[in-house]
């Protein structure tokens, strides 16, 4: 019988005293609440290991706590493998057009780029690697294996994944957040600090910054601006097809994630709906990509 996640949090250890928990909204992953405690707010985010999304919660301990003392995420006030308890940001959580904003962009480039080179020197203990390919060729078995509506559409996804891959190659290897949604962004009038690392692992930049301009719609312009600041120059040829080969991946991603939650999750949420969105983007973006050969 599941616990109700209520209950998790005003049992969990790390309280002064009686707790009345406050539900957010969000969280396709987690259930939140906002915990008011010793004077202090708090987010809890209660949720356990998610072996189809390749989500452990000690790598998101892990990820978390190296974040925080990277300076781009919230301290964790505890942690245990069904829950984890962070500072409260007061703040606003950013739009994908706050994202796509002049001044706003740079910002967020800036603290991807401490994402991918800075947590390292304080990640402590075993962490994840998150290579998209394999994510989408254990997800497309585990589509077949349940019993997916979505079997048919696999043999061509799962090629073009192989011709995405061949077509990456090489790649420079960082500390990944990727999960690049402007709802894991949130300005606190002095700062933006970057949340939620479900999904964090080591990985290609391009990945991160490939999820960044589909997630929040940036125009060829904008994609263009992002990469030059990220890497300082202006991207040659060949970079620009691994990254779009590499945004095609992300949305390929989403929507096999997608997919699989309509199997496995229990949260409210249209995902069917989602699929039907995200396997639109993906065919747009691949056939985009193919335009560039």
Known sequence: MSVDPLEIVAGLPCWSGPVDPEPLSGGLTNTNFKVRDAGRDFVARIG??????????????????????AGLSPAVHHAQDNAIVLDFIEGRTLTEEDVRDPLTLPMVLEILRRCHHEIPRFLAGPVMAFWVFHVLRNYARILRVDGSGYVDLLPELGEQADHLEEVIGRIQMVFSHNDLLAANLIDDGRRIWLIDWDYAGFNSPLFDLGGLASNSDLDPDQELLALEIYYGHE???LLLRRYHAMKCASLMRETLWSMVSELHSGLEFDYARYTEENLGRYHEAYAAFRSLD
């Open 235 to 237: 991207p040659d040829k």
């Open 48 to 69: 356990g290991d998610i072996p189809v999304h390749q989500i452990m919660r000690f790598n998101d301990i892990a990820a978390s706590r190296a974040a925080f003392e």
